[in-house]
T-cell receptor, first 116, second 116 residues
Framework: AQSVAQPEDQVNVAEGNPLTVKCTYS??????LFWYVQYPNRGLQFLLK??????LVKGSYGFEAEFNKSQTSFHLKKPSALVSDSALYFC??????????????FGTGTKLQVIP | GAGVSQSPRYKVAKRGQDVALRCDPI?????LFWYQQALGQGPEFLTY????????KSGLPSDRFFAERPEGSVSTLKIQRTQQEDSAVYLC??????????????FGEGSRLTVL
């Protein structure tokens, strides 16, 4: 079975400082990895994905994530945090094997609070 | 519409009542997913449609839950004889052809169900 762990329920960071939101995963085959953001009372919004290739993936709003196969991690990063980045962040994974459809599994989420 | 539309946004039901939640995906999106998001948790997969075919319903928690997409566009999630543990936000997501597994999911804003 595939799973995602987001070890921090909340991350606090000062505006202008770099931020990291951690994610580790478990999957039998090679992973497809995703980050989504959720603002209050809104649906999830796609940020970025890793399918194959370069381990550093760049996404929306200046976010990036680094895939580390040996550590089974896919941490979300941003060089300089904005107050408007405050939201709930979800990491997700699916197994690349088998082609066709396979379901995406989400983590429990990390609340990011950027302090002015 | 421009995005995934869900209705109602909020639903209060008495225990034992039946409810129906509607999802109108982005036009042309073949794949449609339903997720359940309990308070403070990540989205949990319920079911997946490709056009009108329900290819995966392994996440439906009981036989009280039923989903359909008869014409391959609008989908309805029905919950019979609601219980308090059914209280959650029900998220619908769609994805364009060829992207259902490796691309981004487009989420609606969700239907918040409260069972009293």
């Amino acid at each position: 079975a595939q799973s995602v762990a987001q070890p921090e329920d909340q991350v606090n960071v000062a505006e202008g400082n770099p931020l990291t939101v951690k994610c580790t995963y478990s999957v039998s085959g090679n992973p497809y990895l995703f980050w989504y953001v959720q603002y209050p009372n809104r649906g999830l919004q796609f940020l970025l994905k890793y399918i194959t290739g370069d381990n550093l993936v760049k996404g929306s709003y200046g976010f990036e994530a680094e895939f580390n196969k040996s550590q089974t991690s896919f941490h979300l990063k941003k060089p300089s945090a904005l107050v408007s980045d405050s939201a709930l962040y979800f990491c997700a994974v699916r197994d690349s094997r088998g082609g066709g459809y396979q379901k995406v599994t989400f983590g429990t989420g990390t609340k990011l609070q950027v302090i002015p | 519409g421009a995005g995934v539309s869900q209705s109602p946004r909020y639903k209060v039901a008495k225990r034992g009542q039946d409810v129906a939640l509607r999802c109108d995906p982005i036009s042309g999106h073949v794949s449609l997913f339903w997720y359940q998001q309990a308070l403070g948790q990540g989205p949990e997969f319920l079911t997946y449609f490709q056009n009108e075919a329900q290819l995966d319903k392994s996440g439906l928690p009981s036989d009280r839950f039923f989903a359909e997409r008869p014409e391959g566009s609008v989908s309805t999630l029905k919950i019979q004889r609601t219980q308090q543990e059914d209280s959650a936000v029900y998220l619908c997501a769609s994805s364009p052809p060829g992207q259902g597994n490796t691309g981004e999911l487009f989420f609606g804003e969700g239907s918040r169900l409260t069972v009293l």
